[in-house]
T-cell receptor, first 113, second 120 residues
Framework: SQQGEEDPQALSIQEGENATMNCSYK?????LQWYRQNSGRGLVHLIL?????REKHSGRLRVTLDTSKKSSSLLITASRAADTASYFC?????????????FGAGTRLAVHP | GAVVSQHPSWVICKSGTSVKIECRSL??????MFWYRQFPKQSLMLMAT?????????EQGVEKDKFLINHASLTLSTLTVTSAHPEDSSFYIC????????????????FGPGTRLTVL
């Protein structure tokens, strides 16, 4: 079953605006990751935040993690039309020898020029 | 580095036929490969996990005899959709985890570009 749930399901903004997407999960995690997917394409890894971290930055991306609320947010600042894509959070579930990723439902972001 | 390819990128087949999808790690050896399925505007759902040289582990609700997985080498895993039906039409994505943590942190997964299967 999916662990991560994301909101909003869809987000439409103008270029230059900031976009915030939220993700909630149900069980304890080791880390949480955010991925991007362009329509009909594979996933691109954006950023990973560990359970002992609260905030992480990468370029125009800012990710926060609140383990007490079991939630994370992804902020894209100064959005561009090229940021139009679906964004997924993924949490890990420990299996023997590897981590299983459980993906959220995703947020479809549309950035209009 | 850490490139994963899939072949074919898209395939159209007739109902009842079998389709094989390949997933290759191009510049690293993958102990574990994962197969996901994604319906339009939905998230990725893990179908199965394959480890080189051993049987795949299927998620609950995924038919083993329907979706055959073979992980014959550290760089290649294949997914065969047997006796495909229109409801099998979907986007199939694989990912691979490096054999050694080494230059990669934790058990990172690298994703292929996906294969779109359409069954007529």
């Amino acid at each position: 079953s999916q662990q991560g749930e994301e909101d909003p399901q869809a987000l439409s903004i103008q270029e230059g605006e900031n976009a915030t997407m939220n993700c909630s999960y149900k069980t304890s995690i080791n880390n949480l990751q955010w991925y991007r997917q362009n329509s009909g394409r594979g996933l691109v890894h954006l950023i990973l935040i560990r359970s002992n971290e609260r905030e992480k930055h990468s370029g125009r991306l800012r990710v926060t993690l609140d383990t007490s609320k079991k939630s994370s947010s992804l902020l894209i600042t100064a959005s561009r039309a090229a940021d139009t894509a679906s964004y997924f959070c993924a949490t890990d579930e420990n299996r023997r020898g590897y981590n299983k990723l459980i993906f959220g439902a995703g947020t479809r972001l549309a950035v209009h020029p | 580095g850490a490139v994963v390819s899939q072949h074919p990128s898209w395939v159209i087949c007739k109902s009842g036929t079998s389709v094989k999808i390949e997933c290759r790690s191009l510049d690293f050896q993958a102990t574990t490969m994962f197969w996901y399925r994604q319906f339009p505007k939905q998230s990725l759902m893990l179908m199965a996990t394959s480890n080189e040289g051993s049987k795949a582990t299927y998620e609950q609700g995924v038919e083993k005899d329907k979706f055959l997985i073979n992980h014959a080498s550290l760089t290649l895993s294949t997914l065969t959709v047997t006796s495909a039906h229109p409801e099998d039409s979907s986007f199939y994505i694989c990912s691979a985890s490096p054999q050694l943590a080494g230059r990669y942190s934790y058990n990172e997964q690298f994703f292929g570009p996906g294969t779109r299967l359409t069954v007529l």
